[in-house]
């Protein structure tokens, strides 16, 4: 009698990738609040009355840093929106469940990117 292949993970299972995936959330949310807080206090002009070409080079800087810090929001409120998805995998019991081949994705993997829909031979096969 062969073994068969599991294709769903169990309600325990589910409940420890779930509170994985709330302290993942939990801390984006947290760091995401803070790169919008940097970003309105780069949008708050100074009183600095610094000589004019001096002024220039750190209007550029802080432009530039701007800049950065809301790719950085873009990137954690797409993070975020990822996480909240996989949320709603594990209510709707598709959660871990690779969505190219249809086979569980491995419990190693789900720990490290807990909102992968792909298991790493999916995602290798598609980075060909």
């Known amino acids: 009698m062969a073994l ?9 299972e589910l409940k420890e990738f779930e509170i994985l995936l709330q302290e993942k959330l939990d801390k984006a949310k947290k760091e995401f609040i803070y790169l919008k807080e940097l970003i309105s206090r780069k949008n708050d ?3 600095d009355n610094t ?3 001096v002024k220039v080079l750190e209007d550029g800087a802080d432009t530039a840093e701007k800049e950065n810090f809301s790719q950085l929001a873009g990137r954690q409120q797409k993070y975020i929106a990822q996480l909240e998805n996989a949320m709603i995998r594990i209510k709707n019991g598709t ?4 969505i190219d081949t249809g086979k569980l994705i491995p419990k190693e993997r789900l720990r490290i990117v807990p ?9 290798l096969a598609r980075d060909r």
């Open 115 to 123: 909102h992968t829909q792909h298991s790493i031979e999916a995602k």
């Open 51 to 53: 000589a004019g070409n």
């Open 45 to 47: 002009t100074g009183t």
């Open 4 to 12: 068969e292949e599991k294709v769903k993970y169990s309600e325990e």
């Open 95 to 98: 959660y871990g469940i690779c």
